[in-house]
């Protein structure tokens, strides 16, 4: 009885198998001639290259992903350093699988706030309600008293990939934890307030103010911008004072006594630690200090 | 004149009225996962309209000489998928090897398409609608995929301006999409009934 049933069905269904199984075995040839016939002959280094990669796809390198980076890289070793989240090592490997030598390739860049006023520090005219986005509130005069200071509106903080930098009260702090130094966040402040600086030390010191003004008129609108009075161009060459506003040289940039005195002597407390574990900043002096540049 | 009628009905039918997308809910993993940006979203589009194109037709032949003359009507489904996902991989490698710049801007999707439920319910459809003849059956699945592209660019386009918005915490990202979708697909609800 179940023989007969099975038999039935076999009778039925064969020319459904028989069908189904010619296609596929069509299809299979197809398929196996085309791939004899059509292979598009890969460099063996840009798969090499492709798998040591850090497989983030940020876009650093300028590329469109980690596997035209790698393409581009085999052609044209120029671009070996150009991976941001891989580094140095990641580096070195891509030199190894083209049988090239690199030279060092320098301190690693990460990005700096050049801001470090927050909520409170800051002076507004009128309260923003419009798009929030710093593109968009840059567009108007008047958002916030200081043309040139953290709008805190977060364009940095959606730009990047790694959950680095965030808006705390009003100003974009980078974790340098997690910040791989992809540079996404300084190409989306609309104020470019945030530069790639190279770290040569595990903190940095830099003038945490962007503001061009005179030093009263900075002075009426933040509590922490740089007045330029050069106490700390007097201190040690690292700094430098122009349009206004003093800045660190970070090529040169060493930890000395010197530069400690001058974060110590800024009236503003403008000059701050950056970097991994960096010392909290100064607060800065209540009184207003009167400018002497 | 009655033909060229009817093939202009069909046409606009598949993609105002019974949009794929719209009508019938298939194809919308890419619609709603591929629809972030306006350029890849039309990239996606035209990858969707050819190999609708071309595996519509295709089945339609395998059908029309193999399957309805030795009434294997059941195998249906495993055939067309055979024949679809053979197809594209073979257009793809074709595509590779002659055309590397085409390949560069939709060649990643059509490996992810020659199984999507557009692709397969449109060819299922056709064979349901009791299309006859292949002129009809081309310019459906042409149709249809260009009924794709329209959907996923308007979403997109929608979806680009949507990033600017001021939406509350809760509905942002999925939810709002999500949302989004459903009032598109109410507003194309107003030319149901057209065309038949």
């Known amino acids: 009885m179940i023989l007969a049933g099975i038999l039935d069905l076999w009778n039925t269904s064969w020319p459904a198998g028989v069908t189904i199984l010619v296609l596929g075995l069509g299809f299979a040839v197809a398929l196996l001639i085309a791939s004899i016939k059509l292979r598009v002959e890969v460099d063996p280094k840009i798969e090499q290259i492709h798998q040591i990669l850090p497989h983030v796809e940020c876009g650093a390198c300028g590329f469109a992903g980690c596997s035209k980076y790698a393409e581009a890289v085999s052609k044209n070793p120029v671009l070996i350093g150009k991976c941001a989240p891989g580094g140095k090592s990641t580096a070195e490997k891509i030199a190894e699988i083209l049988s090239l030598q690199i030279s060092d390739p320098g301190a690693p860049l990460k990005p700096v706030v050049h801001c470090r006023a927050h909520t409170d520090d800051k002076t507004y005219y009128a309260k923003y309600q419009g798009i929030p986005s710093c593109t968009a509130a840059n567009a108007l005069p008047n958002v916030q008293a200081c043309k040139f200071g953290c709008l805190g509106f977060g364009d940095c903080t959606r730009a990047c990939k790694f959950l680095a930098i965030r808006i705390v009260d009003d100003l974009a702090t980078v974790n340098y934890e997690k910040c791989t130094g992809c540079a996404a966040c300084s190409k989306a402040c609309p104020r470019n307030l945030i530069k790639m600086v190279p770290f040569r030390h595990e903190n940095m010191m830099t003038v945490a103010c962007s503001n061009k003004e005179t030093g009263k008129v900075t002075r009426s609108m933040c509590r922490v911008g740089c007045i330029a009075c050069g106490l700390c161009a007097k201190q040690t060459p690292v700094f430098t004072v122009e349009d206004n506003l003093a800045r660190v040289d970070y090529e040169k940039y060493l930890p000395t006594p010197q530069t400690e005195t001058a974060l110590n002597k800024c009236p503003t407390g403008v000059i701050i630690y950056i970097g991994q574990n960096a010392p909290a900043p100064r607060q800065p002096a209540e009184k207003p200090v009167t400018a002497k540049a | ?196």
């Open chain 2, 1 to 196: 004149m009655d033909r060229v009628y009817v093939l202009l009905m069909g046409f606009l039918s598949v993609i105002i009225v019974n949009n794929f997308v719209f009508t019938k809910f298939l194809g919308t993993c890419p619609y709603l996962g591929v629809s972030g940006r306006l350029d890849s979203a039309f990239g996606m589009g035209m990858a969707v309209t050819f190999v609708t194109a071309l595996s519509g037709i295709l089945t339609w032949l395998v059908d029309f000489y193999i399957l309805t003359p030795l009434h294997l009507e059941i195998t249906r489904y495993i055939c067309y998928i055979i024949v679809i996902a053979g197809a594209v991989q073979l257009v793809e490698m074709y595509v590779r090897k002659f055309a590397p710049s085409l390949y560069d801007t939709f060649g990643i999707f059509l490996p992810l398409i020659s199984t999507n439920c557009v692709i397969l319910g449109l060819c299922l459809f056709i064979s349901i609608w009791g299309t006859n003849n292949l002129l009809e059956v081309a310019v459906l699945s042409t149709g249809t995929g260009l009924g794709f592209t329209l959907a996923i660019c308007i979403m997109a386009g929608i979806r680009e301006t949507l990033i600017l918005v001021d939406v509350p915490e809760c509905f942002r990202g999925a939810p709002i999409t999500l949302i989004t979708a459903g009032l598109l697909t109410l507003a194309f609800m107003g030319f149901a009934g057209m065309i038949k």
